[in-house]
RNA sequence: GGCGCAUUGGUCUAGUGGCUAGGACGCUGCCCUCUCAAGGCAGAAAUCACGGGUUCGAACCCCGUAUGCGCUACCA
């Protein structure tokens, strides 16, 4: 059989982590195996469901890398096309499709309409909790004659349309991931198949759309496992051949708790905005719940393709620790060449105002000379404008506790040096690395100085700051004449 | 409440009857060094949730218990 799996997000918000961590999966495999990728966009819920979600999850998928041969995908002019022969791919433009089986599963008895209003059902339900009953539906309906639904229906009664459990048996089924799984198949209801708008509910939909589309394997979030035995009875009342199910566990938050916004950003765009690399989030989410025996940490993307198998996928939720992450994150920014991190970081610096928009071929090239200095330390591309602002900006800041420590501990000496230094740079042949770093040792060994104690006060005039790449490095790009001016203008103004 | 799923260092995990329980992140120390990183080396950190079995032998198999999470909608 053809492998083809599906991603189905519904659009009620951003894509987050554990849906992408889903869309992962089901990608992963899908390519591992030489399948079809599927994005079927589940927008039955008429109420919650939003165009800017759509939008949001294909930029979110996009940004990951993961690419779908069918769904829906945004075209030159923004607005969204869909691609495929098993289409349409958002689920409220297939609403038409459905009632031919609707309309089998009534004629052969096996669903009928309900009546019951929303507001009978709810006092039901508070009634059965609080006598400590299965809050069930009470089969009303059930046994209505054609005659009395007939009448119904005149009075302008709106009605649903549930599904006839015969309460008889077990739903077992084979998770791919979690193994034999057994549910009783009396402790569920007639449940409701298509709302009274006339729109299938979820449980209906996915059992329709999955058949007609030939999915092969179901990839989701164990959350619908409970989902699944509805579902099968749904396959079986249909007559339609079963997919594999494979549930993949939770991602929760630090303290245990499914992970949603009081745990900080949960979109995955919002980690585009944090400083994430989309290769190292793939990595991360990717490892969050998947793991070869040889226990690998970094991968290519193709390597995870080849490598992935559900088989080898945990069965048990998994606490998102952005430690690691950031690790990561780390990793693959020093794996990108000079040129790809550079056009990684241009927009972040044109974005901080340290670098202009219309920057030209030279100062790019002066830009990369800048970057290597600092490119093996970065963790999140958010750390750039701190990290390179000393060098890009013209003005600079001093901190009060480096003054402190740094020029006010022995001023008088410390001054001295700074005045003998800043002539020594004034005098230098050509302000080179090598020229400065020979002049400041030398300079340190004549005057009997430890070298630090010349190296970190005109870091600190130069630079504002105690951290920072390769003193004598920065200083050749700095140049000879923003050099002594910052020392200048420390002398002038820490050493009254 | 009912049902389902899960449980190996702080976190992610390897492991499927016999190991000093392996790796990664993080943490600590040392080396390198002009600082910060990176890198290298070393280290601390797990009574394998608990209690019973089965077995010569159990993290691994079985049964309970506890805890966490999920589902129990005209949400998906």
Redesign the pocket.
Known sequence: MAIRVRF???P?GFLHIGGARTALYNYLFARHNNGKFILRI????E??STEESVLAILQGMKWLGLDWDEGPVLNKDGRIDLIGDYGPYL?SKRIGMYQKYIDKLVTEGKAYKCF???DE?VKK?ELANKE?R????DNTCRNLTEEQIKNFEKQGK???IRFKNSGEGQTVFDDVI???????NN?LDD??IV???G?P???F?VVLDDYLMKISHVIRG??????TPRQIMLYKALGFELPQFAHI??I?GSD???LSKRHGATSVLAYKDMGYLPEALVNYLA?????????Q?LFKFDELIKKFDLK?C??????F?D??L??MN??YI?EKSLDEFTKIALPILQNANLVKNDINKEELENLKKILIL?Q??V?LLTDLPELFGFILKDKIEYNEIDIEKFFKKDPEKTKNILENIKVEMAKLNDFTTENL?SLFREYAEKNNLK??QV??PV?LATSGK????????YLEILGRKKAIERIDYSLTNFFK
């Open positions: 189905a997000p519904s009620t589940e927008d039955t819920d109420v919650r689920q019951c209003t929303t059902l339900r400590k299965p809050p069930k539906y709106k009605s649903v979690k193994g034999r799984i057994v549910f009783e402790l449940f409701v709302k009274s708008s729109v509910i979820y449980n939909a164990d959350d619908h496992i409970s989902n566990p939770m929760l245990g708790a499914r490892l969050l719940g998947w793991a070869t025996s040889d226990s940490q080898d945990n069965s048990s939720a998994a606490i620790d430690k690691k950031i690790w780390g990793e020093r600092e093996e330390k963790k770093e070298t630090g190296f970190h870091r105690m951290k920072g790449p390769s003193l004598f490095h």
